[in-house]
């Protein structure tokens, strides 16, 4: 198997909600360009906070939605239904970003929507997770052959990969 390219935040993010997409995100089936869903969370981001400098992309790796104080990085999201993988994506990203020199940062997230904010700060159990346990999962997973197998949620009907795993 080829060595797994760079961590990204996405994938943080879709390993915490389904290991499958994940695997299908990483092995390039996008199934998302479609989905309403995913459209209205691009729509929120790009009518929200309009004033902020936004898309901070560094080293393709992660995508800082927007930084509107000084230290405070932002994500926006749609909503809560997912909110651990939301709260994981920014600290993969603190985590990210600590690793190259940066720190003293915290995490907000925002959900416009909701008119409500969570902050995110990324602890040292948070630092051994992810580097014991989150990442090399990610790994293992994205090295696979095959899609992990079918697991079935709530919240499998809205997912734009839904098709891919049940039809």
Same mark, same amino acid.
């Given at each position: ?49 309009? =004033?902020? !400098?936004?898309?901070? +992309? %560094?080293?393709?790796? &992660? ?63 948070? =630092?051994? !997770?992810?580097?014991? +346990? %989150?990442?090399?999962? &990610? ?29």
């Amino acid at each position: 198997m080829a060595e797994v390219k760079a961590i990204t935040g996405q994938m943080i993010y879709y390993y915490m909600v389904c290991p499958r997409k994940l695997w299908y995100f990483y092995h390039n089936l996008p199934m998302e360009d479609t989905n309403e869903n995913v459209e209205i969370g691009h729509l929120l981001d790009e009518n929200s906070y309009e =004033r902020s !400098e936004k898309h901070l +992309n %560094i080293d393709n790796v &992660i995508n800082i939605d927007f930084i509107a104080d000084k230290g405070v990085l932002h994500e926006i999201k749609k909503s809560k239904k997912i909110e651990q993988a939301n709260i994981w994506q920014v600290k993969y990203y603190l985590y990210y970003l600590e690793q190259k020199g940066v720190t003293d940062l915290k995490g907000k997230i925002d959900y416009p929507l909701l008119k409500d904010t969570v902050e995110v700060v990324l602890t040292e159990a948070d =630092r051994e !997770e992810l580097e014991a +346990n %989150i990442v090399p999962a &990610i790994r293992k997973i994205v090295d696979l052959v095959a899609p992990p197998v079918v697991v079935k949620r709530n919240m499998c009907k809205k997912c734009a990969y839904y098709d891919l795993c049940y039809i």
